[in-house]
């Protein structure tokens, strides 16, 4: 079998690739590290000259108040690249942290910056990256702010389990979400005890359960109904087909 790096795969899954393209994305540098969980991988105020790339496990990113407590604004599942905007801000206004065991790629900065030069449509699908990022964050922010506890959790899971499929990581509403309680509390502004009673209700209402680091989704319609969940920000062809498809089961 042909190498294919995990930049081409990434690439691969929005479009149909050009020879010239597959090459230019195959010859790229990537530096493969494993990382334990709950280590940082940049911090606010970095000036990196290299971006990540999520190759497998959990990652997040979020920011840290002046009296230690966290609040994580998005999480990120395998073939995201957290800290694009490093390309083109001076410096980091958040921390990218390991949630789970990882593997993940670094990719220097001038091989993204050529990649785009010599590439006009992969570097639209960078930009369109960021901008499906910022869409995320937004809904992140409707969902702590104005949801209530049940729902809010709900929304989350929603979300990862999309997300997921996208990423050809779920099969039978099944996927890989290896959070603790207090990560779960630090995404939803929720405390850990609030976490755990959110939790049992999903559970006792067989809509979700979240089991040994596995989240399975027992009654898509039910639980996007109690969060009103709505797909179309995640902005995915894929998801979207996803989403039709739970919808009729």
Not at 11 to 23: D, I, P
Not at 169 to 198: K, M, P, W, Y
Not at 214 to 219: A, K, S, Y
């Amino acid at each position: 079998m042909l190498y294919q790096s995990p930049l081409t795969a990434k690439f691969h899954r929005a479009f149909t690739l050009t020879s010239g393209e597959r090459q230019a994305l195959d010859a790229v540098r990537i530096r493969i590290v494993a990382i334990g969980a709950n280590q940082n991988l940049v911090r606010e105020g970095d000036q990196p000259s290299r971006c990540i790339m999520v190759l497998a496990g959990l990652a997040s990113t979020s920011k840290v108040t002046g009296d230690g407590k966290r609040q994580v604004t998005a999480y990120h599942v395998p073939g995201d690249m957290p800290d694009l905007l490093s390309l083109h801000l001076d410096l980091l206004d958040s921390d990218v942290r390991t949630v789970s065991a990882c593997s993940v790629g670094f990719i220097n900065h001038s091989a993204i910056r050529l990649l785009c030069e010599r590439h006009p449509r992969l570097a639209a699908n960078l930009w369109r990256t960021t901008l499906v990022d910022a869409s995320i964050f937004r809904e992140w922010v409707v969902n702590v702010g104005k949801r209530q506890a049940l729902g809010r959790v709900a929304h989350l899971l929603c979300e990862i389990m999309l997300r997921m499929e996208d990423a050809g990581l779920a099969s039978d509403q099944t996927c890989a979400f290896a959070v603790t309680q207090a990560d779960l509390g630090e995404a939803t502004g929720l405390s850990a005890v609030h976490i755990n009673r959110t939790l049992k209700s999903l559970r006792e209402k067989r809509l979700t359960s979240l089991v040994n680091g596995q989240l399975t989704i027992h009654d898509w319609e039910g639980l996007a109904f109690l969060s009103e969940f709505r797909h179309d920000y995640l902005h995915s062809a894929r998801t979207n087909k996803t989403a039709e498809f739970m919808s009729m089961h």
